[in-house]
T-cell receptor, first 111, second 113 residues
Framework: NAGVTQTPKFRVLKTGQSMTLLCAQD?????MYWYRQDPGMGLRLIHY???????AKGEVPDGYNVSRLKKQNFLLGLESAAPSQTSVYFC??????????FGQGTRLTVV | GENVEQHPSTLSVQEGDSAVIKCTYS??????FPWYKQELGKGPQLIID?????GEKKDQRIAVTLNKTAKHFSLHITETQPEDSAVYFC????????????FGPGTSLSVIP
């Protein structure tokens, strides 16, 4: 049982480059989330989705876009990476107000 | 939107002692309060949660208390062990932003053998 799988696990980008982070879950959850984790700031919600075809902004959405074309997948895009987007990114899935299952994280460095 | 504060940011205890982490929240409509543990290099994992219709919940050495009037809740770990060393996050959900969970900034707990 894979749970929540994130790819890639590590990535180094140059400023201005674009990339997509993929999150896949096999628990048939309706809700999926993207968080970023920075030292001393906890987990901040970037975007989330309450079902296939839906997306919504979280606390820190600027500079990111998301898509949920299939229920099991939630993609996070960076169109023009900036050094301020250097962070560890976590995807999670859940049903509403129940346990969230997290992936292992993606460590992104923008130079 | 919801604002979650968490204290202390770091905590060191001797093995066998108790540890207490406190969180406050701003949205009085919040009704779901989970706690997550994050070990180094891993994603957070749920350790216990409580809903607003309950004042206290226990699971072996871990307990959570909720005071809805004061809008704060606490995590209590008794008889701490070195493997309890991790970062702990409180979170809130189910309020006016009913479809998302907002996390506190985290507490780094060190249990000294």
């Amino acid at each position: 049982n894979a749970g929540v799988t994130q790819t890639p696990k590590f990535r180094v980008l140059k400023t201005g480059q674009s990339m997509t982070l993929l999150c896949a879950q096999d628990m048939n959850h309706e809700y999926m989330y993207w968080y970023r984790q920075d030292p001393g700031m906890g987990l901040r919600l970037i975007h989330y989705s309450v079902g296939e075809g839906t997306t919504a902004k979280g606390e820190v959405p600027d500079g990111y876009n998301v898509s949920r074309l299939k229920k099991q997948n939630f993609l996070l895009g960076l169109e023009s990476a900036a050094p301020s987007q250097t962070s560890v990114y976590f995807c999670a899935s859940s049903e509403m107000n129940t346990e969230a299952f997290f992936g292992q994280g993606t460590r992104l460095t923008v130079v | 939107g919801e604002n979650v504060e968490q204290h202390p940011s770091t905590l060191s205890v001797q093995e066998g002692d108790s540890a207490v982490i406190k969180c406050t929240y701003s949205d009085s409509a919040s009704n779901y309060f989970p706690w997550y543990k994050q070990e180094l290099g891993k994603g957070p994992q749920l350790i216990i949660d409580i809903r607003s219709n309950v004042g206290e919940k226990k699971d072996q050495r871990i307990a959570v208390t909720l005071n809805k009037t004061a809008k704060h809740f606490s995590l209590h770990i008794t008889e701490t062990q070195p493997e309890d060393s991790a970062v702990y996050f409180c979170a809130c959900g189910g309020g006016t932003s009913y479809d998302k969970v907002i996390f506190g900034p985290g507490t780094s707990l060190s249990v000294i053998p």
